[in-house]
Structures are given as structure tokens and as C-alpha cells.
């Protein structure tokens, strides 16, 4: 049954080929914030979170590491599962793409689709990024000096791939998108979002692959097992596999029917054109309904630049928490970043924000009042019952400072609804310092209890309002005003919009402050090994100029190119390196990352006067160069435009 009062949000399902890091964790920050949000507005909740296991670039890793996939992608989970624990981001359910349940899931959408005649056999003919895990066109390619097409997204080398594929008709569902789009203009916030996914769907869709025969670590094609489900066909699904779809029993049809569609999906920038084209269309194709919303993100950035493990600049979500604290760092993500925009990250803004706004503003606040109150007696507080002046001004203010969160945190933007309630805190200080009830309580014992009590309730509307952000030290902040919080069977958020200040508080002293003053970061240890390695370095692996020159890197074209007999890694080339040297055979082991086609006519750089080697009873006279990746993508090395074959490097 579909029921108004459930709410359905996602995150996208992270690649397990890395460890979840900051990135990852703000999208289930986010998530966690949304579903925390409605469960004190009173709605059921589903929160969904997980990992996308199949695909290239999976397997790739996976032999990388030695093992077999499912082991591979078997030991990645932990590391997810106890850092979304770490920082309580508290979903309801992971999924798996490798889980039983989805993979019929999407068995039985695709079955759905065939029959429908949504789907039909053709040949593939495309550029292919392999890290991206997307077909690029020719037009949309990136150029590199040696106009070599490139991924326009990752700028690593395309590879021209031509298959047998299976096709969905995403042609189809143009006319259908736009019309959703225009009679849904709340399906992508922030809004402005929209105009580059309609741009790109009237500029007209081709229909979409969805099936490789050249991946083998994937859910095998429904009918035809030589090929398997292409990466978003599959990853899309478990948003509603997850809740119980294609499961023939009846109680996860119910399950299904009561949570799906989901009210908001989480994820960034980069992804948004496969969640607001691909995945309505498979959607409508299904005769299912479509998401209420996506929410977009931007990205985190580090200190202006992007974060890469080369650079050292890798924020570990782990060293935040046991530095600064969970939530310390989930306020920090929340109130600096603005949802819409990208945001950079920096340790020393961090400190900052936590000194100013949670140390000092919101900490001491709290420790002032319940140690001033308990000092003097009143452990006890009572409401008020004839408010005026500045303390009436306050429950004022406290009303606005409620209206303008609920109305920020519906509308996805938590950095101002942070802000404001901050502003509200800032106003209740403002109150306390112009009252001073540290002289209040001997001089006038009845307004002390009115300003205590006046504290108290304001601290009361904060610490349920900023709970979503902060659980753990809002329920302690709660915990001290003596109120035992569980959203459960209360409806906290109706009492705070009635602003009643009709509550009686048990105070109790914090043994230790809620939020200590922040130390400043050392270093990640991280990054300190990185410096201390690349000081070693510095010290042990210097080379003369005399030892470079010994090296002779030369350029070559290769003309021919074949895979080696009995060898599934080599390749054997010939190449040529120009009149003076001539025309060498090569052999290199890198059968599994690039065909003879790839290979053909592209100058690359080698080393020329490496002994000649023997492989499997071949010689090979040269080494071709690669730059490899974390993932072990290999791209060759080249030289910016086109120079005579056999030019030396220097
Ligand atoms: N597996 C696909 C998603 C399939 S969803 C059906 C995928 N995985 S991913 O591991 O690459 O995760 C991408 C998502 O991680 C982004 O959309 C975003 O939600 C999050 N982020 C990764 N790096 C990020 C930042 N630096 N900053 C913010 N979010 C980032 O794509």
C-alpha cells in the first residue's frame, strides 16, 4: 500500500575497488541526515546504502590483488560497514549487487523489459573508458596533443570497443523524460540541475547498451549467458531490489509497494545523468513509478584541489573521528559544505568551526546554565508562566529560528538551516549575557529561574533540531536538561512548531564538556609517511645525471601488433624507430588491458637499450612504457605531438 507517511532515501552504491573515504561519506552523511530529519518528523523511514561489486574494473582489481572477484569484493565490506558505524550513519538495510535477491531483481526487470520489447541484440561499435565504465562519443572525447581521444571526464586513453550488446531502447522514452521533467519540476534539486539533463536528452538519445560479452565478472544476461548485465543496468536496480522487488513472495510485494518510489536519492554531480535519464526510462519501461527526487551534491575538494592518494592530500573519515570526534566532523561536513556547490576541505577551517561554533557558542552555553543552575539549587526547572520582555522576545525567536530549520532542512539546505539555528544559539548567549543570572541568583531568585528556565527550552528546541546532524552529542546535550530523547512515539516536531516552553527539566552536569577545545591536527599520518618516504627517497634514491643519460628512452610507431601464441598477456609488435634504428620487435605484457587495434599506429616511448630479453622463446628488444594507475589501469606513455620516429628523450 503506498503510504504518505513512509520515507525512502538512498545513497548511490560505492565501487568496492576503494575504501570509503570522505567523499563517500558525505553522500551517507547526507542520507543519514535526511532519514534522522523525517524520523523526528514522524515518518517511517528506509534508509538505503551499499556497494556496486561487478564490472571491469572490479575484476581488474581483484586480479591485482591475487584473488578471485567475489573474495576481492567479500573483503571490502568490512572496511564500509564499520566506518558508516563509526560515524552512526544508521541505514536501514546494505545492499550488495552481488546479494541472491538482487540479482534475480534484475533478472526479472530485464525479463520484463525483453518482453516488452524494450530490448533487442545488435553490435556495439564504441570508445570506451574503462575506468569510468562508460562509452564515450567521439564528439564529446577529450583530445590530447597527440589527438589521441581521451575520457572527457578522467582524461585517460578511450579504448575502441565493438561487441555484441544487448540494447535497451532508451530512444523510446525521449519524448516521455521531457514530459516527466517539465510536470515534475522538483525531481533534481538544486533545480538548476535540470537544464543540463533536459539539454542532453533533447539533444536526442541513442539507445543504450546494456550488456557485455567481454566482462565476465557480472550478473549473467537473463537468456543468454555469454553475456553479462553492463554496470548500470545492474547498479540502478538495487534501489528497488533492496526493497523487495522480484521476489515472488508476497510479503516483499507488499514491502515493495509500500516503499518504492523512493522520496530522495543522494549522490553527486557525476552521476546524475545515469540517475535522471537511464534510470527513469528503465523505470517507465518497468511500468513502475518514478523517484519523488534526486538530491545532487557537489564534490569535496581538499583545500581547493582534488584529493588523490599521489598527492597525499586524502582525507581519512577515521582520523577526523578519533582527532576532532564523529560528530564534530559530521557538523563540520554538514554546515561547511553547501549541498549545491562543490566545497574544500581544509583541517584548519575545521578547527576553527568547531572552536567557534560547537566549543565555545553551543558548549559553553550548556555547561554555563547547568552549572550556574546547580550551583544555586535549582536542579528542578519549571516552566514559566507569564513570560515577558527579553525572556518573551527569546520564545519569539526560538518560534522563527524552528520555522526557518524546518523550512531550510525540507528544502535540502542544511548549511543555512545550520547557520540559522547557530544564529539563534548566538541569540540565546546574547540573552544570558544581558540578563547576567549569576548576579540573578541572589538578587532576584524568581527571574533566575525564568532565565534558567528560558535556557533551557531554547537548548531543548536545539538539541532535538540539530539531533539529525549531531545524535550522539545532542541526545548527551538532551541528556543533561534531564530529557531521555527517542523520536519514537514522540512527536517532537509538533511541539516544537506549538513553542509552548510548557516543560519542566531535571538538570544534570556533564562529567566532561560536550565539546572539548579542538587540538589542532598533527599531521595524517598518512601524509607524514608519504613526506617521510619521499625524504628517504630524497636521501637513498638520488641519481646522477650521468646514470639518466644511460638510459635511452626513444620514440617508435608501432605498425604491427598481434596477441603472442599460447599467451594471454603478451603482445608482440613491431615497431619502428625511424632509419637509424629500424624496425624491433617488442613484446610487452598488457594482452589483458589493450587489443592490436588499440595499439596500431600509436608512437610511444620505450627504452631502447635494455638487454634483450627472451619471452616464451620470443625476444624481445625494447620496453614499452606505461603510467599505471591505483586500479591498475595502464595508459602509454607518449610524447605531446608527433616527432620522428627513434627521437630521444632527454
Ligand atoms: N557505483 C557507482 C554508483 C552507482 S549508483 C546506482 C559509483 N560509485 S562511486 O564509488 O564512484 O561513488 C560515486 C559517488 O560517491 C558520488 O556520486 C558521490 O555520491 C560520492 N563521492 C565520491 N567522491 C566524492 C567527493 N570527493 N565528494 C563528494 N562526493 C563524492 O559511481
Given at each position: ?13 560505492y ?5 570509503p573515504?570522505?567523499?563517500t ?6 542520507a ?18 551499499g556497494?556496486?561489486e ?8 581483484a ?16 572496511s ?5 558505524q ?6 536501514d ?34 570508445l ?5 565504465e ?9 583530445r ?17 570497443v565493438s561487441?555484441?550488446?544487448?540494447f ?25 540541475r535540470?537544464?543540463?539533463?533536459v539539454s ?9 547498451s ?32 533492496a ?6 513472495a508476497a ?25 535522471a ?8 519501461a ?6 519523488k ?34 560528530d ?12 549545491n ?24 552555553l ?9 550551583a ?9 508562566e ?6 518573551a ?55 533566575f ?26 541526545e ?13 512515539g514522540?512527536?517532537?516536531m ?8 510548557n ?27 608519504l613526506?617521510?618516504q619521499?625524504?628517504d627517497k630524497?636521501?637513498?634514491e638520488?641519481?646522477s ?30 615497431v ?6 629500424g ?11 589493450f ?27 625494447g ?24 627521437t630521444r628523450?632527454?
Amino acid at each position: 500500500m503506498p503510504c504518505k507517511n513512509k520515507f525512502y532515501v538512498t545513497t548511490p552504491i560505492y565501487y568496492v575497488n576503494a575504501k570509503p573515504h570522505i567523499g563517500t561519506l558525505y553522500s551517507t552523511l547526507i542520507a543519514d541526515v535526511i532519514a534522522r530529519w523525517n524520523k523526528i518528523k514522524g515518518k517511517k523511514v528506509f534508509f538505503l546504502t551499499g556497494t556496486d561489486e561487478h564490472g571491469q574494473k572490479i575484476e581488474e582489481k581483484a586480479k591485482l590483488e591475487n584473488m578471485a572477484p567475489q573474495d576481492f569484493v567479500d573483503s571490502m565490506i568490512p572496511s564500509f560497514k564499520s566506518m558508516w558505524q563509526r560515524f552512526d550513519l544508521d541505514y536501514d538495510h546494505f545492499i550488495r549487487t552481488t546479494d541472491r535477491k538482487h540479482v534475480e531483481a534484475v533478472n526479472t526487470l530485464l525479463i520484463k523489459l525483453i518482453e516488452k520489447g524494450d530490448i533487442y541484440k545488435s553490435e556495439y561499435i564504441g570508445l570506451y573508458c574503462v575506468p569510468c565504465e562508460t562509452f564515450v562519443t567521439a564528439e564529446s572525447a577529450h583530445r590530447d596533443a597527440a589527438s589521441n581521444l581521451m575520457c572527457p571526464t578522467c582524461v585517460r586513453a578511450l579504448r575502441e570497443v565493438s561487441e555484441e550488446s544487448y540494447f535497451f531502447r532508451l530512444s523510446a522514452y525521449e519524448e516521455q523524460l521531457l514530459k516527466f521533467y517539465d510536470e515534475n519540476p522538483n525531481f533534481i534539486s538544486p533545480k538548476e540541475r535540470i537544464n543540463e539533463v533536459v539539454s542532453f536528452v533533447k539533444s536526442g538519445l541513442k539507445d543504450l547498451s546494456i550488456s557485455r560479452k567481454t566482462v565476465k565478472w557480472g550478473i549473467p544476461f537473463p537468456g543468454d549467458p555469454e553475456h553479462t548485465v553492463y554496470v548500470w543496468g545492474d547498479a540502478l536496480t538495487n534501489y528497488i531490489s533492496a526493497v523487495g522487488y522480484g521476489d515472488g513472495a508476497a510479503s516483499d510485494k507488499i514491502s515493495f509497494d509500500y516503499w518504492w518510489p523512493a522520496d530522495v536519492q543522494v549522490m553527486a554531480k557525476d552521476i546524475v545523468r545515469f540517475h535522471a535519464v537511464y534510470w527513469p526510462a528503465f523505470l517507465m519501461a518497468a511500468d513502475l513509478p518514478l523517484p519523488k527526487q534526486l538530491l545532487v551534491h557537489g564534490y569535496i575538494m581538499f583545500e581547493d584541489s582534488k584529493m588523490s592518494k599521489s598527492k597525499g592530500n586524502v582525507v581519512d573519515p577515521a582520523l577526523l573521528a578519533e582527532h576532532y570526534g564523529v560528530d564534530q566532523t559530521r557538523y563540520y561536513l554538514m554546515r561547511h559544505m553547501a549541498v549545491n556547490q562543490d566545497g574544500s576541505f581544509s583541517y584548519d577551517q575545521m578547527e576553527k568551526q568547531v572552536e567557534a561554533d560547537l566549543a565555545n557558542n553551543l558548549g559553553n552555553l550548556l555547561s554555563r546554565i547547568v552549572s550556574l543552575a546547580i550551583a544555586n539549587g535549582l536542579t528542578h526547572v519549571s516552566p514559566v508562566e507569564q513570560l515577558e520582555g527579553k525572556t518573551a522576545l527569546l520564545k519569539d525567536k526560538c518560534e522563527e529560528a524552528f520555522r526557518a530549520y524546518w523550512d531550510e532542512m525540507n528544502h535540502h539546505h542544511y548549511h543555512v538551516a545550520i547557520a540559522n539555528l547557530w544564529t539563534f544559539i548566538s541569540e540565546v548567549n546574547a540573552y544570558v549575557h544581558a540578563q547576567q543570572p549569576w548576579k540573578l541568583a541572589k538578587e532576584n531568585p524568581e527571574l533566575f529561574a525564568e532565565v534558567v528556565s528560558a535556557v533551557c527550552h531554547s537548548l531543548y528546541a536545539i538539541g532535538v533540531l540539530a539531533w539529525p546532524i549531531m545524535p550522539k552529542k545532542m541526545e548527551e546535550l538532551l541528556s543533561c536538561l534531564g530529557v531521555a530523547f527517542d523520536y519514537r512515539g514522540h512527536h517532537y516536531m509538533d511541539e516544537l512548531r506549538a513553542n509552548k516552553w510548557n516543560m519542566t527539566f531535571n538538570l544534570k552536569k556533564n562529567e566532561t564538556p560536550l565539546f572539548p577545545r579542538p587540538e589542532p591536527m598533527p599531521m595524517a599520518p598518512g601524509q607524514q609517511e608519504l613526506e617521510k618516504q619521499s625524504e628517504d627517497k630524497l636521501v637513498e634514491e638520488y641519481i646522477s645525471i650521468e646514470d639518466f643519460a644511460k638510459v635511452e628512452l626513444i620514440v617508435g610507431t608501432i605498425i604491427e601488433c598481434e596477441p603472442m601464441p599460447k599467451s594471454d598477456k603478451l603482445l608482440r609488435m613491431q615497431v619502428d624507430f625511424g632509419n637509424k634504428i629500424g624496425i624491433r620487435q617488442v613484446l610487452s605484457g598488457i594482452a589483458q588491458h589493450f587489443g592490436p587495434k588499440d595499439l596500431i599506429g600509436k608512437q610511444g616511448v620505450y627504452v631502447g637499450n635494455l638487454a634483450p630479453r627472451k619471452m616464451m622463446g620470443t625476444t624481445s628488444q625494447g620496453m614499452m612504457l606505461f603510467a599505471e594507475d591505483e586500479s591498475g589501469v595502464l595508459a602509454m606513455a607518449m610524447v605531446a605531438g608527433k616527432v620522428a620516429n627513434g627521437t630521444r628523450l632527454r
